[in-house]
């Protein structure tokens, strides 16, 4: 069928033809949502939810088609693209939620970490080589364990700790030099 013949099928709610637009694209559609919902849903679900939601937006309104301004294809392409983002950003924001509860129970250890001089902290990090620098954001500010941080950079698990232990030092010293106070 023709981009138009399958919109005039549409339209006369012909379940078949929307059979064979399943049949056809629903591949496609599927690595579309994928493309942009893998890294936030490890759910099979959200990416069927989309796809399915793309169907029944296209039965329940297939007059948004309009084969002048280009393919049926495209069409549910962007349209799957469209809900798919609109899905990332409902579960960026559910995942967003769960941190900030999450960080929220730990408030007494947050609070104590609000009193410290955070110019100070900074200036003392700054301070650090390159390599001991990024080795201690990723440990202390990005919460990754060495191993995590030996894959990222490629330095050996021995080198990470020795960076690790003398950095905190020389942070424990600049920061008392700048006159930094903890808690």
Avoid: C
């Avoid at 390599?131 to 919460?143: A, C, G, L, S």
């Amino acid at each position: 069928m023709t981009d138009e013949e399958y919109l005039t099928a549409l339209l006369n709610r012909d379940e078949e033809a929307l059979d064979q637009l399943m049949t056809q694209y629903s591949r496609l559609l599927w690595l579309i949502a994928t493309k942009y919902l893998s890294d936030v849903s490890s759910n099979t679900e959200d990416i069927e939810e989309v796809v399915s939601d793309v169907y029944l937006r296209l039965w329940r309104r297939p007059e948004g088609f309009n084969p002048a301004r280009g393919s049926l294809k495209t069409y549910l392409a962007v349209l799957t693209r469209s809900m798919a983002l609109n899905k990332r950003k409902v579960l960026t924001k559910r995942i967003f939620n769960a941190l900030e509860n999450d960080m929220l129970d730990r408030e007494p250890l947050l609070e104590a970490s609000f009193d410290m001089d955070w110019e100070a902290f900074y200036e003392a990090v700054m301070t650090l080589d390159p390599v001991t620098r990024e080795i201690i954001i990723q440990r202390y500010f990005f919460d990754r364990q060495p191993r995590e941080i030996q894959a990222l950079t490629g330095y050996e698990a021995k080198y990470i700790d020795n960076q690790l232990y003398h950095g905190k030092r020389k942070l424990a010293r600049h920061f008392k030099e700048l006159g930094g106070e903890i808690g």
